[in-house]
Every structure is written in structure tokens, then in C-alpha cells.
């Protein structure tokens, strides 16, 4: 570990079909460019990426992760294995003064944020014993589709909470993020664990691009609206990627350096 004072810690969470140590070099210069003020750590996603973003199959041989897989029977099963990975890393590695995340490893952002707070005797842990709430107008079908969710989600969260629980002290206490090229995940993904009025109220700085054709500007400035705090924006000229040049980097040292 880097001996420098006041060294941000940082959690690096890659996008799909990645691996913790191709985003390492894809941030080569961003992490020559802040060793003074933050240390990265890499990780690799728990699942197996299936299919390319094209709906291909990946080449045989190759190693590709995800976060959770869109072709999964129950994608929520794919998530929790995804936030218990994450918690024992915490566990393990932590404390982390900040999360980063590109694309899919973005999305993953406000999902752990969210588990993390779900604490025995929490008041989210009380609000399960709400249950399923009836919509007015739904139809048998509809209603069918929001108790089964509700279902999955409590079948989840339930999963979650001793290993929540079972987080040493002051491992989870992200201080502030950085997601690039972030969007948030379906109710089909995470349920109904981002379905409310809960703003994450740490220091957050979103970037995208103009040209990014995986996941849209307004994709990632809804993200930033509606789960954070007084969000940063950086919003570039090109594609989907996290842009490393000096221009960019000055920014994340900015917003770091104020921490």
C-alpha cells in the first residue's frame, strides 16, 4: 500500500465483459497521473459475461466477467452473488475511501449502496415487512408479475442482510463515487431495491460522453439525479470509455483533492 498522506483508497468495479486487470490498464495513465492522491484496487466480477454485447458468443479460451448476465433465468440471483462478492471484499481489503465503476460496474454503484443499508433493525430492513402493495387499476397479470417480484425481492434481500450484517466496522462506508458511463440498472435487474426516494449523500462526479453508444448521456445524468446528492458532471465529446488524458484527469484531482 502507497505511504503517501491522505492517499484515497479507491474500489474499481470494470464494466462487462471485462476483467479487473484490463480496466487497470485502460486507466494506466488516470493511475500514473493520480498516485499522489489515490490508490486503485481491481477486482473481477463473480460471473461468467455470456454473451458480447452484440449477442455473441465470446471465443473459447477468452475471460470475460459480469456483474449479473441479462440471459440469466432470475437476473436479481445474478446481482446477489455480485453484492455478497463485494461485501467480501470489504471485508477482506476495505476500508476504501471511494467506489469507481465503468458501464455495467457503474450500475453496480447504487446497488451496493443501496444493500449496504440494509442492516438488521435498519428502517429498510423494517419496510420489508410492507410487502407487496396493491396498484389500483392492475390487471390480473400485472399483479401476478409486481407479487412475484415483490417475492424475489424479499427472497434477496433476506439473502443479503447476515452478510450485511456481517460487515466489519467501517469497511462500508463509501466517503464518495465516481461512475463512468453509468445508467440504472431495470426492476428486473435490482427489483425494487432503487424504486424510491433514497439519494446516496456522498461526494459523486459522473462522466459520459456525447458519443457513447452503449449507454446514453441521459442514461447516466438520470443515474446522477435520482440516487445522488448534488452530483459532479463531466460530459465529454466522445465515446464509452473513461477518458485518461491530462484534461480529464485534473478534474478527477480536483474532485478528490476537496475530500
Not at 26 to 37: D, I, T
Not at 101 to 127: D, N, T
Not at 218 to 242: C, M, R, T, W
Amino acid at each position: 500500500m502507497n505511504g503517501i498522506k491522505n492517499l484515497k483508497r479507491v474500489l474499481c468495479l470494470h464494466g462487462y465483459g471485462q476483467t479487473g486487470n484490463e480496466m487497470k490498464k485502460s486507466m494506466g495513465a488516470m493511475r500514473k497521473s493520480m498516485r499522489n492522491h489515490a490508490e486503485f484496487v481491481y477486482i473481477d466480477a463473480p460471473h461468467n459475461a455470456t454473451k458480447t454485447n452484440k449477442g455473441e458468443d465470446y471465443p473459447v479460451g477468452e475471460t470475460h466477467f459480469s456483474w449479473w448476465n441479462m440471459e440469466s433465468p432470475k437476473i436479481w440471483q445474478d446481482l446477489g452473488v455480485s453484492v455478497v462478492h463485494v461485501i467480501n471484499v470489504l471485508n477482506k481489503d476495505g476500508p476504501f475511501d471511494g467506489i469507481l465503476g465503468f458501464s455495467q460496474g457503474s450500475a453496480m454503484i447504487p446497488v451496493v449502496l443501496g444493500a449496504l443499508g440494509y442492516r438488521s433493525g435498519s428502517e429498510q430492513v423494517k419496510s420489508l415487512a410492507s410487502g407487496y402493495e396493491n396498484v389500483q387499476g392492475a390487471t390480473d397479470k400485472e399483479t401476478k408479475k409486481l407479487k412475484d417480484w415483490e417475492d424475489d425481492f424479499q427472497a434477496m434481500m433476506k439473502s443479503l442482510i447476515p452478510h450485511v450484517d456481517g460487515l466489519n466496522k467501517d469497511v462500508g462506508n463509501f466517503k464518495f463515487a465516481m461512475l463512468f458511463s453509468g445508467f440504472m440498472p431495470g426492476r428486473k435487474i435490482s427489483l425494487r431495491l432503487l424504486l424510491n426516494d433514497q439519494k446516496f449523500n456522498i461526494p459523486s462526479i459522473h462522466v459520459t460522453g456525447k458519443a457513447d453508444d452503449v449507454i446514453t448521456n441521459k442514461q447516466s445524468i438520470d443515474l446522477a439525479n435520482n440516487k445522488f446528492v448534488n452530483p459532479n458532471f463531466i460530459i465529454h465529446e466522445n465515446g464509452h470509455y473513461i477518458p485518461t488524458s491530462t484534461e480529464f484527469t485534473k478534474q478527477y484531482i480536483e474532485f478528490v483533492s476537496k475530500l
